[in-house]
């Protein structure tokens, strides 16, 4: 089963179901380095350690403080003064113990090492300039790069996977103008990616001002 133990399969029963044995079987080898330590963090890494992801590195210089018991659920009045990366991968690991989390409080920026990982995530922009994590992570070759925040209800994400992205995609090609006669067909796709340097300083079409706040929406400005 793609080195997936009984025991795995069991747990994990629904999702490959879902997905299948190969993708689980990725997911279970794959790698993510978390930099910034908040409450998407803590969202994001407590579904990824439910699926089954095989490591995590949580790396976050700050310390526990009184503000982070209102919004990260997994601190306790007890965890005041420790260092939160660490706090949370011990935390984590109380919800499946199949996976590897490690925290790592003296990376940086400036850490060569970030070829170990599959995915990087900068969480807040606080702990290292998320423009220098991204051009790491393209030096680095095959690592991609995630940054992301939360703002109350409102947030962003921009991904970089790289120059060569693979993906596939659903088709449904209908026969003989029935819906009931519809097939579904994967297509592999590739996409090309532009780093985090480049797309801060991306200006959008030529279009008038409704059209363009239709099209994105003011926090695109904003984070920009």
Known sequence: MGGISKEEVALYDRQIRLWGMEAQSRL?????????????????????????????????????????????????????????????????????????IQANSKLSDKDANLDKFDVVVAVGGRQCSPVQLNGLCRTAKATRFVAADSFGAFGYIF????????????????????????????????????PLSQSILAKPEAINTQRLLRKYPPLVFICQ
């Open 28 to 100: 279970r080898t794959a790698s993510l380095c978390f930099i910034g330590v908040k409450a998407l963090t803590l969202e994001a890494c407590k579904n990824l350690v439910l699926a089954g992801v095989g490591h995590i590195t949580l790396c976050d210089g700050g310390s526990v403080k009184e503000e982070d018991l209102e919004v990260q659920y997994y601190f306790q009045p007890e965890d005041l003064g420790q260092a939160k990366d660490k706090v949370l991968a011990e935390r984590l690991k109380m919800l499946n113990p199949l996976v590897d």
């Open 159 to 194: 991904a970089d996977c790289l120059d060569e992205h693979e993906y596939m995609e659903e088709v449904k090609s209908v026969g003989g103008g029935e819906a009931s006669n519809s097939e579904s067909k994967h297509q592999k796709l590739a996409a090309a990616y532009k």
